[in-house]
């Protein structure tokens, strides 16, 4: 049985199941690899997960980084009715 991979990507921001000490419960995502790294956005404190544990602890995005997944631009402008 394999769990599905969290989508994430450079300079999204995640929420874990649990927060920092300092208070934030904000992470921004530096690095995408074997290894997920994530800097606290509250106090700025970089830690690396391995993806599994990434994954285990992952409890939502708070933002997703320019374009991802938000393909808009593809249906041509807004209708300004
Ligand atoms: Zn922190």
Redesign the pocket.
Same mark, same amino acid.
């Given at each position: 049985m394999v769990k599905p991979i969290v989508p994430v990507r450079m300079d999204d921001v995640v929420r874990l199941k649990k927060g920092?000490? *300092? +208070?934030?419960n904000a992470w921004k995502v530096t690095r995408v690899g074997m290894d997920i790294g994530l800097e *606290?956005s +509250? *106090? +700025?404190?970089r830690v690396m997960l391995v993806r599994s544990e990434f994954d285990r602890r992952y409890n939502g995005h708070v933002s997703h980084a320019r374009g991802d997944g938000y393909d808009a631009d593809h249906g041509g402008s807004e209708n300004l009715s």
């Open positions: 920092h000490p *300092c +208070g934030t *606290c +509250g *106090c +700025g404190r």
